[in-house]
């Protein structure tokens, strides 16, 4: 059929977009409605299973209602962020609502399984380091809190996975997602026996596991009903929201980088094998199963990134719509000079750490602050990228920049100085979304393989290449200043700590 379309699913933690593209990437329509999310009680966040599917199936609706025809649409992937997901029973009737995966219910359960030791050996399977957020705690605690759906559920399915579910019948997982329950032997590219039964968990719980763009069905007439998508429009495996966006920006090969610039900053390298060792472990690092196939990846994030201008935004602009804001924080950005007028920002403000700033003077307004945080932000990401760098012992040659952040472009100015590499910024709104009709362009052999696949893509590019001269000023103060910083103030953030509690 003439016009061949695709649809690209991202449920997120703040909104559940529908973008429907042609085969080159280019948009064609989309929607976007609020992620339902229910807070029970303090540090607790969940999702109704229904109420996602119910919103997934309005966002398909309002993207699909410009189409002549829905039979033009000829695949579909869903993405979705990476730690939650749905109990079903053998009907597919969900057991209870989705734990969010920010939902901090899980701290006894991952404080058990550190206790217990041997993290080292867990890290050598998984390649992560057991955090509250990953899909093995909430099983535990729904074993635990929840033992009657937990009994009777037949599987567990991540968000993505239970909306393409939803769509198609299928009870399957990428390997991309299932790297973020902390179960997958990630070299073997299966569930870990091992694992399971160290947390008491049962094996039938995991779907099938299968590579992103797998064909693992079609859409059904019931589907098709309540989403006006053509019955047989074919249904593929997505992934992780984050590395869709990798894929849909081109990064999928050793040399390449991604700073996705939301409301966390991600640091994002793909690598060809994943070295689980001593050295990787004691650094903190973090590796996945990439989309792209037999790949992986490392990521590490400025968690603080879009906090720290939101902040910044709450001092300088209070009260202004989004657009005056920003506009109002680049212009001050740009009137200061280089370094700040010594002025350092520490941007450690999420996460149960504390940031700083340091060099204030009578001379420090709102110019210098904006400014200063820009400086600081963009030094945080060099010294997280050039952890992973030194540890591994790559470079990464080309940063793509994707993200509401890349349309700041003084930030994006300060931030080529301060690494002192240029930065190749991408006209890509939705990232995610893309990377997932990419997927399901793969699944339905529109494209042959990731290579046609993102080769097809007509994306706009733009370069911002470093100044020598401030490149060499934030050299110093990178160097000798703010290395420096987060090692001195950690005994008085300390005890700030323990006062306030």
């Known amino acids: 059929m003439a016009g061949e379309l695709l649809l690209g699913i991202d449920i997120g933690t703040t909104n559940i977009k529908a973008m429907i593209v042609t085969v080159a990437g280019a948009p064609v329509s989309a929607a976007s409605v609020a992620t339902p999310t229910e807070r029970p009680r303090p540090g607790w966040a969940e999702h109704d299973p229904q ?28 993405a979705s962020v990476g730690e939650a997901g749905v109990l079903i029973d053998v009907h597919g009737t969900p057991l209870g609502p989705a734990i969010a995966w920010y939902d901090s219910r899980t701290i006894p359960q991952l404080q058990r399984w550190s ?38 559920a037949a599987s567990w399915l991540h968000i993505a996975d239970y909306i393409a579910f939803r769509l198609c019948g299928a009870r399957a997982t990428d390997y991309s997602l299932a790297t973020r329950s902390m179960l997958l032997d990630l070299r073997a590219r299966c569930w870990s026996a091992s694992l399971l039964d160290r947390a008491g968990l049962r094996a039938d719980l995991l779907p099938e596991l299968v590579a992103s763009g797998t064909r693992i069905g079609t859409v059904t ?37 991604l700073d996705s610039m939301g409301t966390a900053e991600a640091v994002f390298l793909p690598l060809e094998d994943v070295p689980l060792d001593a050295t990787t472990f004691a650094a903190g690092l973090t590796f996945g199963a990439h989309v792209a196939r037999n790949r992986f990846y490392t990521m590490d994030g400025l968690w603080s990134s879009g906090a720290a201008i939101e902040w910044l935004r709450g001092l300088v602009a209070p009260g202004a ?10 212009a001050l950005a740009a009137s200061a000079p280089s370094g700040s007028l010594g002025v350092l920002f520490l941007p450690r403000l999420a996460g149960g750490e504390r940031g700083a700033l340091l060099g204030l003077t009578i001379d420090t307004g709102p110019a210098v602050l904006a400014r200063a945080v820009y400086e600081g932000l963009a030094f945080e990401w060099r010294r997280i990228l050039e952890q992973i ?26 931030k080529a100085d301060v690494l002192g590499r240029p930065l190749h910024v991408l006209e890509l709104d939705e990232s995610v979304a893309l990377g997932a009709a990419l997927l399901g362009g793969l699944a339905a052999e529109v494209y042959r393989d990731e290579e046609e696949a993102v080769s097809a893509l007509r994306l706009s590019e733009r370069t911002i290449a470093p100044d020598p001269q401030r490149s060499e000023h934030y050299q110093q103060i990178y160097r000798e200043a703010f290395l420096r910083v987060a090692p001195a103030v950690a005994p008085v953030h300390g005890a700030l700590r323990t006062l306030a509690e």
């Open 389 to 414: 760098e030194t540890t591994l012992g790559v470079h990464a040659a080309t940063i793509r920049v994707i993200g509401g952040g890349s349309r700041l472009p003084v930030w994006l100015g300060i």
């Open 321 to 330: 719509p989004s657009s005056e804001a920003f506009g109002r924080i680049e």
């Open 221 to 257: 007439g019931e589907a098709a009903a309540a989403t006006g998508l053509a019955p047989g429009t074919i249904v593929g495996t997505g992934g992780h929201d984050h590395v869709c966006g990798a894929l849909a920006a081109g990064v999928r090969r050793g040399g390449e980088c």
């Open 115 to 152: 206790a217990s030791g041997a993290l080292f050996d867990g890290f050598r399977i998984t390649g992560i380091a057991p955090t509250p957020i990953y899909g093995i705690f909430k099983l535990m605690w729904l074993r635990e809190h929840a033992p009657q759906a937990y009994a009777a």
């Open 51 to 78: 109420a996602l599917w119910l919103a997934a199936v309005q966002a398909i609706r309002r993207a699909l209602a410009p189409l002549d025809d829905p039979r033009r649409v000829r695949g579909l992937a869903v």
